[in-house]
């Protein structure tokens, strides 16, 4: 008989949600018999599979213990840099600056390099996450962008912060504010875009219409133009959905892609000038929560912002900041 205490980092899972992490190699079938026939407990009690585990329950296992074998530890982050730009951090978040062309998770062509396998690969250098210790959690990260998007990304330290970030994110009180570069000069200073989406899975693209169709999505993005040069504008945009690839859809979509993008601008020209790399960057992040936060109240109201956006301090000099 094995017993294990869950932790605050355990706390708020499904049973069946745990012991799959906690035994691997548990077959799902085997598993849902042993919580069905009691070989398997929670303070001592029957169980359900949907039971919420919480902090202090025990999880009494009367199975072999060739279903808690572990093989030598082998962390797949340690095999990432630890390099990082860290906009914020404290004992439960911490917010990263993504360079553009660094994955946030791994893909099929990269599985190294990513930035959460640097951000895990930090923390555990600082002693601040030990997988041994840990029955299933890791520093997971709350919300994602393209990898050929920079930007403010929010990582969580603990299962609770993680918890949290989710539902407010879902919730739109997380809001992110974005800078791009597009072609030509918007007729208006400042507009709200509205349309209609739909995704291409196989072609990897969105395609856009002002009227709904069947499967589409709809969308809004509004935007204010900071500066103009040589026939590029600088652009603040507020994402009011947010949906893939919009900004650089909605854009292309009334004459004005962005500088670099290969999917919907003009990129051979582009990279005449130097640019091959889309011009958009997640460059500020304000915590406007309207419901409690528990443990990550102390962030309401607080915005964070990137230091430096390349393609704008190279295309408009440090001018632009004074607008924003």
């Known amino acids: 008989m094995k017993s294990v205490e869950i932790t605050k980092n355990d706390a708020g899972q499904r049973l069946d949600k745990f012991i799959t992490k906690l035994c691997p190699t548990l077959p799902t079938s085997l598993m849902y018999k042993f919580i069905r026939t009691k070989h398997i407990k929670v303070n001592r009690k029957k169980a359900d599979i949907n039971t919420r585990l919480s902090i202090g329950d025990i999880v009494d296992f009367y199975i072999n213990d060739e279903f808690f074998a572990k093989v030598t530890p082998k962390y797949d982050f340690l095999n990432s840099p630890t390099a990082l ?7 439960n978040i911490l917010l990263a600056d993504k360079k553009q062309g660094l994955l946030v998770h791994p893909d099929e062509n990269e599985y190294n390099d990513t930035l959460i396998g640097r951000i895990q690969h ?5 002693g601040e996450y030990n997988p041994e210790a840990e029955n299933s959690f ?18 969580a330290k603990n299962a609770e912060a993680l918890r949290i970030l989710c539902d407010k994110i879902k919730s ?10 597009v072609h030509g000069k918007p007729k208006k200073q400042t507009d709200t875009l509205t349309g209609y989406l739909e995704k291409n899975e196989n072609k990897n693209k969105v395609f856009l219409s002002r009227e709904k169709k069947d499967g589409m999505l709809s969308i809004s993005t509004r935007y204010r133009v900071l500066d103009t040069k040589n026939n590029l504008s600088l652009l603040e945009i507020d994402l009011l959905t947010g949906r893939t690839h919009q900004i650089r859809a909605h854009m292309a979509s009334i ?15 582009d990279k005449k000038m130097g640019f091959n790399k889309q011009a958009l960057y997640s460059y500020k992040l304000t915590f406007n929560f309207k419901s409690d936060a528990g443990i990550l109240n102390y962030l309401n109201g607080k915005t964070f912002t990137a230091k430096r956006i390349w393609f704008a301090d190279q295309l408009f000099g440090e001018k632009y900041k004074e607008k924003l």
């Not at 730009?85 to 004992?91: M, R």
């Not at 890791?138 to 990582?155: C, E, F, Q, W």
């Not at 739109?172 to 570069?181: A, D, M, P, S």
């Open 85 to 91: 730009e860290i906009v914020y951090e404290d004992e």
């Open 122 to 126: 930090y923390l555990y250098n600082n």
């Open 138 to 155: 890791k520093p997971a990260l709350a919300n994602r962008i393209d990898r050929n998007t920079g930007g403010i990304v929010i990582s």
């Open 255 to 269: 004459g004005h892609p962005l500088l670099g993008d290969g999917k919907y601008g003009k990129l051979k020209e």
């Open 172 to 181: 739109r009180e997380i809001e992110k504010q974005y800078l791009t570069v």
